[in-house]
């Protein structure tokens, strides 16, 4: 009797560990996420649910910096799904979305990737930044804009100069992409009201990432600067890409 039933429970335990190992296979790469934070100033009807969803997975893929992969699929809060991928600096966003019983076909939009920042933001392509020496463009996803600048000259420089909205201190921040041999003791020199700071940084380390130089005053309007410069024998190149300056008082 007892063999009888160990075997039914079993035969139940095995069957249930067999549909959940097939439910896993089906949701393979679906990734449920809390969306609401990325809701606010999208228009929502029934009519245009679609490109919705799609506006979505612009956000969604600018605010979590996602870099080049195979598209993902996010179950959204409500049970539509958007699948996002980026690919040559550019967001690709799939939406299939419910609309009363039916569901709509499917819609995609592009856009470019560029993720919205506080402060001020200087670009290697804004009027606000310079180079000195030989300077050569080129693209990465994980680049401000998807476009940053790279030198390999002794000397060679490249500046920001933002024009501050208000007199006070500014966290100070700079960023680059990846790169096969980068500099690794890059000197940064900040030019403030204060007088003027060098700081180094391993640019083989946090690519995408805004890394912070320190908190420096300026004054109101273009006062200020920040000066990346190539040294030589420090890796095969010295990046530059975007510096952000974000007011803190």
């Given amino acids: 009797m007892f063999l009888k ?11 249930l560990i067999l549909v959940l190992s097939i439910c896993a296979i089906l949701t393979a790469g679906l990734v449920s996420t809390n969306t609401s934070d990325f809701y606010s100033g999208v228009a929502f009807s029934s009519l245009n649910q679609a490109q919705y969803l799609a506006e979505f997975g612009l956000r969604f893929a600018r605010a ?32 299939l979305a419910r609309s009363g019983s039916p569901f709509e076909s499917l819609r ?4 470019d990737y560029i993720r919205p920042e506080e402060g001020v933001v200087v670009d290697d392509a804004d009027a606000g930044f310079s180079v000195v020496g030989s300077w050569t463009e080129t693209t990465s996803n994980l ?3 998807c476009k940053f ?5 002794d000397g060679d420089t490249a500046s920001w100069n933002p024009v501050f909205p208000q007199t006070g201190n500014y966290e100070v921040y700079v960023r680059w992409p990846l790169w096969s041999n980068p500099a690794t003791n890059v000197p940064y020199t900040i030019d403030h009201s204060a007088g003027t700071d060098t700081v180094r940084l391993d640019q083989s380390a946090d690519a995408g990432d805004w890394v912070l130089l320190g908190t420096f005053p300026f004054n109101a309007g273009a006062t200020g600067t920040v ?8 890796g095969g190149a010295t990046m530059a890409d975007a510096a952000k300056f974000l007011w803190v008082g």
């Fill in 5 to 15: 039933l160990f075997n039914s429970r079993g035969a139940v335990f095995l069957g």
């Fill in 64 to 95: 979590q910096n996602l870099p080049d992969a195979t598209p993902r699929t996010y179950i959204l809060d409500n049970g539509d799904t958007v699948e996002i991928s980026v690919s040559n600096c550019t967001v690709r966003s799939t939406a």
């Fill in 108 to 111: 995609e939009i592009e856009g």
């Fill in 143 to 145: 680049a401000y804009a």
């Fill in 149 to 153: 600048v790279y030198a390999s000259v």
């Fill in 227 to 234: 000066t990346v410069t190539r040294e030589a024998g420090d």
